[in-house]
């Protein structure tokens, strides 16, 4: 059975800082584009930030830009987004995602374009 875990997320005040860490069983993903997304109340799921297999390539949302880092370890099938400069609207559930295809050079960014979801970590900013 493929899992992925979220972990590291909580409560922060504006201007910290997170590192959330998805850990995968079941499959690796060593050779698959793996995806960071959220989900605030009331709103539709949104990409973050992805990476390619080989860190070769990573994409990220505009908001996310120069603010979030996202990195793998492949040898631990685990892959991270280092979160600083945290604004209150960062809010969010955030999920780790996995696509099934594998050596891609390409970081899609549409939900149903990955294949492999965690339960999700809540990330909450306060002002």
């Known amino acids: 059975q493929v899992q992925l875990a979220e972990s590291g997320g909580g409560l922060v005040q504006a201007g910290g800082s997170l590192r959330l860490s998805c850990a995968a069983s079941?499959?690796?993903?060593?050779?698959?584009?793996m995806g960071w997304f959220r989900q605030a109340p009331g709103k539709e799921r949104e990409f973050v930030a992805g990476?390619?297999?080989?860190?070769?390539?990573?994409r990220y949302q505009d908001s996310a830009k120069g603010r979030f880092t996202i990195s793998r370890d492949n040898a631990k099938n685990t892959v991270y987004l280092q979160m600083n400069s945290l604004k209150p609207e960062d809010t969010a559930v955030y999920y780790c995602?996995?696509?099934?295809?594998?050596?891609?050079?390409?970081?899609?960014?549409?939900?149903?374009?990955?294949?492999?979801w965690g339960q999700g970590t809540q990330v909450t900013v306060s002002s």
């Open positions: 995602a996995g696509d099934a295809a594998i050596l891609s050079s390409y970081v899609v960014t549409g939900v149903r374009e990955y294949d492999y």
């Open positions: 079941g499959r690796t993903f060593s050779k698959s584009t």
């Open positions: 990476i390619t297999w080989s860190s070769g390539r990573t």
